[in-house]
């Protein structure tokens, strides 16, 4: 093919050719995008270094998806709690020595056995903290609101499934997001801030049933609780046999009462 033939058949086949040049870019990307995928599934944060750094491009990424006012960041206020946390999520045992040590407990207070009961001022990015956790491989869970669950439980049509629903594990139809893991714990978040639920005129501490239920039923680390009580709070507001329970129930973590607000 001479120079002006081949430049004949360039001009009669360009449509063509960017259509098929399209196509294949496309592909490419997808494949491209396909293979990150996969990747991304098969890595596994098992370590409070990788989950750690995981986090933190979660929380990048959280930022500004939520239009936060500012970038996330570690801070003083919540730097310790993200650490110890690390350790928690991932099963490590320094949870229970190094986490005691970097929150200012007595050693031997943790326990991984345990769930998360974080506490702190309003604002300072208890609910986030958790939800950036939330995938991780030692014991997902999903979140969901203490007055979202009351207002669910007060329908008609609703009412006892409620407690049926999260009396135990969630089974989850997405095992590879979850890092292989088949079933869930719960995360209630704003624990306290609901009031009593009503079902057909009838009257119940939803949350306090959740809890009893739970405690019987998948005592472990499969049930998170934020609220904005500090433990002593939760001592005064709640009698003995509920707050003992708690005890057994939960590690104890709290942000200093000074933490700043993230919302102003």
């Keep these: 093919m001479t ?24 592909h490419i990307l997808e494949g491209q995008k396909l293979a990150q995928k996969i990747a991304a599934a098969s890595f ?17 990424a959280m930022a500004k998806q939520k239009f936060w006012r500012k970038p996330f960041s570690l801070t003083k206020w919540n730097e310790h709690i993200y650490q110890t946390l690390a350790y928690y999520f991932t099963g490590d045992a320094r949870f ?24 702190g001022p309003k604002g300072c990015g208890k609910t986030d903290m958790l939800e950036l956790f939330s995938r991780n491989p030692y014991a997902p869970y999903i979140v ?12 008609k049509e609703v009412g ?27 995360q209630f978040d704003d624990f306290g801030a609901e009031g009593e639920a009503v079902h057909m005129g009838k009257r ?10 739970r405690y019987r039923i998948v ?18 507001a ?11 129930m939960f590690n104890f973590i709290e942000f200093s009462p000074n933490a700043p607000s993230l919302r102003v």
């Excluded at 120079?3 to 496309?26: F, M, R, T, Y």
């Excluded at 969901?144 to 329908?155: D, F, Q």
């Excluded at 005592?219 to 005064?236: C, D, V």
């Design 238 to 248: 709640y009698d003995g046999r509920v707050y003992d329970r708690m005890i057994q």
């Design 144 to 155: 969901i609101s203490c007055l979202e669950l009351e207002m669910a439980y007060s329908k």
């Design 204 to 213: 119940v501490n939803l949350m306090d049933v959740l809890l009893q239920t």
């Design 219 to 236: 005592r472990g680390p499969y049930t998170h609780l934020t609220t904005n009580a500090s433990e002593q709070g939760i001592q005064e």
């Design 44 to 60: 596994i944060p098992d370590t409070p270094e990788l989950l750690m750094a995981e986090v933190v491009k979660r929380g990048e």
């Design 160 to 186: 006892s499934n409620i407690i049926d629903q999260y009396a135990g594990l969630i089974p989850t139809q997405n095992v590879h997001h979850y890092y292989g893991k088949t079933h869930l714990g719960v």
């Design 3 to 26: 120079e002006e033939e081949e430049q004949d058949w360039l001009a009669q086949n360009l449509p063509s050719l960017l259509v098929a040049g399209q196509k294949a870019k496309h």
């Design 96 to 119: 229970e020595t190094e986490g005691c040590e970097l929150m200012g407990v007595e050693p031997g207070v943790f326990d991984l056995r345990k769930g998360i009961l974080l506490s």
